[in-house]
């Protein structure tokens, strides 16, 4: 069966401009998370959607905004982009609520966004 | 709230060696946990997971984890590395109510020829 699928791969953004990158999980998948990876922080936490509703958030500003679809397709948003904003963009996606512990995650292959 | 160290942030190993990627968990509660791998440019891929069935738990690629309670550890291993196994790991840890993962900061392993 199909994988998690996130597009576009790469992008390249000015500063100050917005970008909505895309994610599709697993047919049959409910629960979609967000993950900003970057060399310094690692794995950080954005936000989780379940059933078209955001169950939890991460400590980011609210620039970074995220909304789920009926299909359970996924969508963030990055508006005033800052140099700072650089990094992979990880979508995840489980069966259920990733705290229900035992369902793991399956991730894309992630969104590499540049800001200059 | 949970978290998760990895002791070593770069692992170099021979070919043909014992691979070991500690990783250490807080919990007053027996956790879930996982280790996950990723190669460069690729989203993470789950390698294994500790689910409180069995505490020695196999995964993928030959590695496998052991879950010590007394230790709070989940350390990974695999007995012999292959050139292919360069990636870095990360292991994670879930509350079962209601939390999200918590990432280690990874370890990047590195197989000599």
């Known amino acids: 069966k199909a994988g998690v699928t996130q597009t576009p791969r790469y992008l390249i953004k000015t500063r100050g401009q917005q970008v909505t990158l895309s994610c599709s999980p697993i047919?049959?998948?409910?629960?979609v998370s967000w993950y900003q990876q970057t060399p310094g922080q690692g794995l950080q936490f954005l936000f989780e959607?379940?059933?078209?509703?955001?169950?939890n958030k991460g400590n980011f500003p609210g620039r970074f905004s995220g909304r789920q679809f009926s299909n359970s397709r996924s969508e963030m948003n990055v508006s005033t982009l800052e140099l700072g904003d650089s990094a992979l963009y990880l979508c995840?996606?489980?069966?259920?609520?990733?705290?229900?512990?035992?369902?793991?995650?399956?991730f894309g292959s992630g969104t590499r966004l540049t800001v200059v | 709230a949970q978290s998760v160290t990895q002791l070593g942030s770069h692992v170099s190993v021979s070919e043909g060696a014992l691979v070991l990627l500690r990783c250490n968990y807080s919990?007053?509660?027996?956790?879930?946990l996982f280790w996950y791998v990723q190669y460069p440019n690729q989203g993470l891929q789950l390698l294994l997971k500790?689910?409180?069935?069995?505490?020695l738990v196999k995964g993928i690629n030959g590695f496998e984890a052991e879950f010590k309670k007394s230790e709070t550890s989940f350390h990974l291993t695999k007995p012999s590395a292959h050139m292919s196994d360069a990636a870095e790991y990360f292991c994670?840890?879930?509350?079962?109510?209601?939390?999200?993962?918590?990432f280690g900061p990874g370890t990047r392993l590195s197989v000599l020829p």
């Open positions: 995840a996606s489980s069966l259920r609520r990733t705290g229900q512990g035992r369902y793991g995650y399956t």
């Open positions: 047919s049959g998948h409910r629960s």
């Open positions: 959607y379940f059933s078209e509703t955001q169950r």
């Open positions: 919990s007053s509660v027996p956790p879930y």
């Open positions: 500790y689910t409180s069935a069995a505490t």
């Open positions: 994670a840890v879930t509350d079962p109510p209601g939390q999200n993962f918590v």
